[in-house]
């Protein structure tokens, strides 16, 4: 698909952009550039059927960056793109993924100490320069090289929301491959891990020399690594591997169970194998040399003495001792959600209007949504204050009149300020049907005031939900630091719903801390925090999420139908868990 391609070119526009300090550009850069990366379909294919007017139909597309989408399709360049490129050429998307460094920064680095790269970087902040800069003091300094750190652990990694994209296209190949009777994702991805090393896939097939074939000469094929007769392992250009194996349906559960790990849930599983005589590998469970199971992945446990188990809690982390007693979770099922309580609009930063996103989530089968534009003191976002917020619940009233069958709930995401006070007064939040407040600034104060700013938002009676409670960014941002167990009694004790925001960008809370969190009785609510349509498919990572924290339904409370999720909604916080 051309989609990520243009959408990192239009992130990079935008960002160069900024450094020119022009002004609202880089917003529409940027609000098309997430429009077209959360597409279900190839840009390519709207252009070839309607050509520019259908791509100034893409939600956040207006008529200059058609032209420039136009222009990539024709000629594989973007003119402007290359222009702005020569004069600022630096690594952006390199330099901005190291927390602390933005374009203003990058910009300035450049100028000063022709800073191009990562690696630039780095030498200039261990000789000290970066501290001598205006405005750059040691400290700064310090949290770059940390973030510098903090990105060689992560590098190479792939984001589930890339990954999981770039596998299915490959799964779709690789089932009209011939003789294919099964195909499926193992390692991490089927785990549903938040970043992916490599993608595996497990394939059977009365052909597999031809899978191979197939396999090595995909298009989104870099470079082979090793080809044999039944595995093979390729570089993808997205910049990760892969891995195929064909197998024989009678060890194909024995080989999907081993290649998804995770190993440590391995090593642990073959453990129990040799204490009853077994002997385990990825061929099957064998006693002396005669298979004994190794079709299905449910014999092989069952034989084990354990109950089969959903792959994203395969973490040995407590699950073979609850699949020994029978006591496994029943977890949220991919199908479980009635709504979406975090969604944006071109009100304040997203690329659609709340008409175009109720429809949306209409067709996706939702009950009900929230609409939760930013709040005033989020400016750059045109963050909304109390007249705004209430000229937009006479439009969500307008709405409801119109369309049918969904519900639009009047909400925000309310800034959580330094000291813990919102930014829109309590008699506004009193007329919302519901309240999100989230923090987004001040990510380095400690862990003393950090807990107690959020305990102050949770506290407000008008404050139902906490977005995205640690503010972490997979792979880029660390969580704020938060006294873990207050946080949560603070929650169950005021009735405060925790988000899982499922956005792939966010996973925010992460599995570990749900897991914690439903030990203190919090429920939580699972939402995309969409800024444009295509986005409101993110739900399928929250859930995951969800899942590798151990939830069930009944943890999440927009699992509710919207009867009785508003039922809840009516009853003072206090008595709502
Ligand atoms: P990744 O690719 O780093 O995101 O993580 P995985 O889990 O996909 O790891 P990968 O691709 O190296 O291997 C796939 C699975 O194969 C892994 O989850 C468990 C299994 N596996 C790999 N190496 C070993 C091993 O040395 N021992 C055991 N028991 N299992 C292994
Ligand atoms: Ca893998
Ligand atoms: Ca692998
Ligand atoms: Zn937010």
Redesign the pocket.
């Known amino acids: 698909m051309k989609n990520q391609e243009l959408a990192k070119i239009f992130f990079e526009m935008a960002e160069l952009l900024e450094m020119k300090e022009v002004q609202f550009k880089p917003r529409a850069f940027e609000k098309a550039a997430r429009s077209i990366e959360a597409l279900d379909e190839d840009v390519r294919d709207i252009y070839k059927k309607g050509g520019i007017k259908a791509l100034e139909e893409i939600p956040g597309v207006g008529g200059g960056i058609a032209e420039r989408i136009e222009e990539y399709l024709k000629h594989h360049h973007i003119k402007d793109y290359e222009r702005l490129k020569k004069q600022m050429p630096v690594d952006i998307s390199g330099l901005t993924a190291i927390e602390g460094v933005g374009p203003k920064l990058i910009k300035l680095l450049y100028k000063k100490l022709k800073v191009r790269n990562v690696r630039d970087l780095e030498r200039a902040a261990k000789s000290g320069k970066l501290k001598k800069l205006p405005r750059i003091g040691a400290k700064l300094e310090q949290k770059i090289l940390k973030g510098i750190e903090f990105q060689r652990v992560h590098v190479g990694?792939m984001n589930i929301g890339e990954a999981l994209l770039l596998a299915r296209t490959i799964l779709g190949r690789l089932e009209k491959a011939p003789g294919v009777t099964a195909v499926e994702p193992?390692?991490?991805?089927r785990?549903w891990?938040e970043?992916?090393?490599?993608l595996?896939f497990l394939v059977i097939s009365s052909k597999p020399k031809e899978v191979m074939k197939i396999f090595v000469s995909m298009p989104e094929v870099e470079g082979v690594l090793a080809r044999g007769d039944t595995k093979s392992s390729v570089r993808l250009r997205a910049g990760i591997d892969a891995?195929v194996r064909v197998l024989p349906p009678k060890s194909f559960g024995a080989a999907l169970q081993?290649?998804?790990?995770?190993?440590d849930h391995?090593?642990l599983l073959?453990k129990i194998a040799i204490k009853k005589g077994y002997k385990l590998n990825e061929y099957g469970l064998f006693r002396g040399r005669r298979l004994v199971a190794g079709k299905s992945e449910e014999e092989i446990y069952k034989k084990l003495g354990l109950d089969w188990m959903p792959p994203e809690i395969r973490l040995a982390s407590g699950e073979i001792e609850a699949a020994q007693k029978h006591t496994l979770p029943k977890l949220i099922g991919y199908d479980d959600l009635k709504g979406d309580l975090q969604i944006q609009t071109s009100w304040t930063d997203g690329a659609n209007s709340i008409e175009e996103m109720a429809r949306e989530a209409k067709r996706l089968g939702h009950e009900y949504i929230a609409i939760t534009d930013h709040t005033k003191s989020l400016a750059m976002t045109g963050g909304s204050d109390e007249k705004k917020l209430l000229r937009q619940m006479k439009e969500i009233d307008r709405l409801n009149k119109k369309i049918s069958g969904i519900r639009i709930l009047k909400s925000a995401e309310v800034n959580i300020k330094k000291d813990g006070a919102l930014d829109i007064l309590d008699d506004v939040l009193a007329k919302l049907d519901i309240v999100g407040a989230a923090v987004h600034s001040h990510f380095n104060l400690s862990e003393k005031e950090q807990t107690e700013r959020l305990i102050s938002a949770m506290e407000n009676p008008h404050v139902d939900i906490i977005f995205h409670p640690t503010t972490r960014i997979p792979q880029r941002r660390e969580p704020i630091h938060l006294d873990y167990e207050k946080l949560f009694k603070t929650a169950r004790r005021t009735g405060t719903m925790l988000e899982i925001n499922a956005h792939p960008w966010r996973l925010d809370l992460k599995d570990e801390h749900i897991r914690e969190a439903k030990k203190f009785g919090v429920k939580f609510v699972i939402n995309t925090d969409a800024h444009s349509m295509g986005e409101l498919s993110y739900l399928e990572y929250g859930i995951a999420q969800a899942r590798r924290g151990w939830c069930e339904k009944k943890d999440v409370l927009n699992t509710l139908p919207l009867k009785r999720f508003l039922e809840v909604l009516k009853k003072p916080k206090s008595e709502r868990f």
């Open positions: 990694r193992a390692g991490s991805l785990r891990k970043s992916v090393g490599d595996d891995d081993y290649f998804t790990g995770s190993k391995n090593i073959r």
